[in-house]
């Protein structure tokens, strides 16, 4: 007996069609919509980009020379002419290297905002000329809007280079911590005391090369780094990587010539390296000493003091921070099931660390870099209120803030640089709490 068929029977799925699987957006895309919803975050945000802007395009809001012109039926970008100039591929005529733009008679042009360079002296305004009183200037155009200083700098054009010096600072010495303090702090949390083996003919050949490449690297060196701080940024830069590579080079041609050597037992015993207590004591030691005094010291005793120096030496001092973070997150990813499947698979413990376990735990660091970016914007003020570091002529916030200890009476020259000083650190601060929230696991559970 038959049994009757059913009218409805199940259908398989058809492969040839695409079933829609919905995609995950993934955890930056995710930590950015919840970011968005905190208003003072995005507005911290805003602000910080902004601040980055009037960095990049400072010589286009307030220079003494013009964005375009026309003199003697030749066409002229000054601005872009001088970027030229500074990396000796352009040379002015001879009329125009030390001629005052303002006082030439140019065909048409188009000039910045502000007709002033931070280091311009303005004769007819000077003595600590007031935003609110009479000045001396021959069209509106030429008006000091922040008022001027003592020696008739305009106040205005300071604060707009000034923040591109505040925030070259800040970025280039968390720049140098941020690499520092990943990479030991990962070493630190991965490693732990009984992870890395050396043998006993390794752990003396190791300090040595240290030794060795310290003194090659930075000793030795020494009169040809500080020739290419003070010639440019690129140069030293260059000369400070071949440095780098040097003190790092030693150390691995030491161990590979202990090699040999470990074939002998006594020699090639292993033992297990504490990376972690050594990391951990010397991130104590670094954060018992105030990193103010000691940028203070460092800089007393050296010959030559420029920009670079101060944030060569913030960014070896402000590591630990980032090195903590990076310790910690670490410490929670080393016993993830893919880190002990990439394991389990044979890959080398170098491997492991800096291409499974290191890329999943960055994300803590942008909180610690934005906190860290202020504290050096910070930092900077304080050297230049105080004297020390920046040269004379570079014009920073701190210098502004140091020129209204002489007369208290200017205002303009503390209230302006402290209000920048205020909205740029709390705009980091903010901009860190809100990274910290929108990338925090409980609340994306929530």
Not at 79 to 88: K, M, P, Q, R, T
Not at 164 to 190: E, P
């Given at each position: 007996?038959?049994?009757?068929?059913?009218?409805?029977?199940?259908?398989?799925?058809?492969?040839?069609?695409?079933?829609?699987y919905?995609?995950?957006?993934?955890?930056?895309?995710?930590?950015?919509?919840?970011?968005?919803?905190?208003?003072?975050?995005?507005?911290?945000?805003?602000?910080?980009?902004?601040?980055?802007?009037?960095?990049?395009?400072?010589?286009?809001?307030?220079?003494?020379?013009?964005?375009?012109?026309?003199y003697?039926?030749?066409?002229?970008?000054?601005?872009?002419?001088?970027?030229?100039?500074?990396?000796?591929?352009?040379?002015w005529?001879?009329d125009?290297?030390?001629?005052?733009?303002?006082?030439?008679?140019?065909?048409?042009?188009?000039?910045?905002?502000?007709?002033?360079?931070?280091?311009?002296?303005?004769?007819?305004?000077?003595?600590?000329?007031s935003?609110?009183?009479?000045?001396?200037?021959?069209?509106?155009?030429?008006?000091?809007?922040?008022?001027?200083?003592?020696?008739?700098?305009?106040?205005?054009?300071?604060?707009?280079?000034?923040?591109?010096?505040?925030?070259?600072?800040?970025?280039?010495?968390?720049?140098?911590?941020?690499?520092?303090?990943?990479?030991?702090?990962?070493?630190?949390?991965?490693?732990?005391?009984?992870?890395?083996?050396?043998?006993?003919?390794?752990?003396?050949?190791?300090?040595?090369?240290?030794?060795?490449?310290?003194?090659?690297?930075?000793q030795?060196?020494?009169?040809?780094?500080?020739?290419?701080?003070?010639?440019?940024?690129?140069?030293?830069?260059?000369?400070?990587?071949?440095?780098?590579?040097?003190?790092?080079?030693?150390?691995?041609?030491f161990?590979?010539?202990a090699?040999?050597?470990?074939?002998?037992?006594?020699?090639?015993?292993?033992?297990?390296?504490?990376?972690?207590?050594?990391?951990?004591?010397?991130?104590?030691?670094?954060?018992?000493?105030?990193?103010?005094?000691?940028?203070?010291?460092?800089?007393?005793?050296?010959?030559?003091?420029?920009?670079?120096?101060?944030?060569?030496?913030?960014?070896?001092?402000?590591?630990?921070?980032?090195?903590?973070?990076?310790?910690?997150?670490?410490?929670?990813?080393?016993?993830?099931?893919?880190?002990?499947?990439?394991?389990?698979?044979?890959?080398?413990?170098?491997?492991?660390?800096?291409?499974?376990?290191?890329?999943?735990?960055?994300?803590?660091?942008l909180?610690?870099?934005?906190?860290?970016?202020?504290?050096?914007?910070?930092?900077?003020?304080?050297?230049?209120?105080?004297?020390?570091?920046?040269?004379?002529?570079?014009?920073?916030?701190?210098?502004?803030?140091?020129?209204?200890?002489?007369?208290?009476?200017?205002?303009?020259?503390?209230?302006?640089?402290?209000?920048?000083?205020?909205?740029?650190?709390?705009?980091?601060?903010?901009?860190?709490?809100g990274?910290?929230?929108?990338?925090?696991?409980?609340?994306?559970?929530?």
């Amino acid at each position: 007996m038959q049994l009757p068929k059913e009218s409805h029977q199940p259908t398989r799925p058809n492969p040839n069609k695409d079933t829609p699987y919905p995609k995950s957006p993934g955890v930056w895309k995710n930590a950015w919509g919840r970011m968005k919803k905190n208003r003072l975050a995005m507005l911290a945000y805003r602000t910080v980009v902004f601040l980055a802007l009037v960095a990049i395009l400072a010589d286009f809001i307030a220079y003494n020379k013009p964005i375009y012109c026309k003199y003697k039926e030749t066409t002229y970008l000054p601005i872009f002419a001088d970027y030229l100039v500074a990396i000796g591929l352009y040379k002015w005529d001879r009329d125009l290297i030390n001629a005052d733009w303002k006082e030439l008679k140019l065909e048409s042009t188009f000039w910045p905002p502000i007709r002033y360079s931070p280091n311009d002296l303005d004769y007819d305004n000077q003595r600590l000329t007031s935003p609110l009183g009479d000045q001396n200037v021959s069209h509106w155009k030429f008006w000091h809007f922040l008022g001027t200083d003592r020696d008739g700098r305009d106040v205005l054009s300071g604060l707009i280079h000034g923040t591109r010096i505040s925030l070259t600072i800040g970025l280039v010495a968390m720049g140098i911590a941020t690499i520092i303090g990943i990479f030991i702090g990962a070493m630190a949390g991965y490693f732990g005391d009984n992870r890395w083996q050396l043998s006993q003919i390794a752990m003396i050949f190791v300090p040595i090369g240290l030794v060795l490449g310290y003194f090659y690297a930075f000793q030795v060196r020494s009169y040809t780094l500080s020739d290419a701080l003070t010639s440019s940024l690129g140069l030293f830069m260059r000369e400070l990587l071949l440095s780098l590579g040097i003190f790092i080079g030693i150390p691995i041609l030491f161990r590979y010539l202990a090699k040999p050597l470990e074939r002998i037992p006594i020699l090639g015993r292993k033992r297990y390296v504490w990376v972690d207590i050594i990391t951990s004591r010397l991130m104590e030691i670094l954060n018992s000493i105030p990193s103010l005094l000691m940028i203070i010291t460092i800089m007393a005793i050296m010959d030559k003091q420029s920009i670079y120096t101060i944030m060569i030496i913030m960014g070896l001092l402000g590591w630990t921070g980032v090195a903590r973070y990076m310790r910690g997150e670490i410490l929670r990813t080393r016993n993830a099931e893919y880190i002990q499947a990439a394991r389990s698979l044979g890959y080398s413990e170098w491997r492991v660390l800096f291409r499974h376990a290191l890329p999943n735990s960055l994300s803590p660091v942008l909180v610690v870099i934005a906190f860290g970016i202020a504290g050096a914007i910070i930092t900077e003020a304080s050297l230049s209120f105080l004297g020390i570091g920046v040269p004379e002529d570079i014009i920073t916030w701190g210098k502004i803030l140091k020129a209204s200890r002489s007369d208290i009476s200017a205002w303009w020259l503390s209230i302006f640089p402290a209000f920048a000083i205020f909205i740029t650190v709390t705009s980091m601060n903010l901009l860190g709490e809100g990274l910290q929230d929108a990338l925090n696991p409980k609340v994306r559970e929530e």
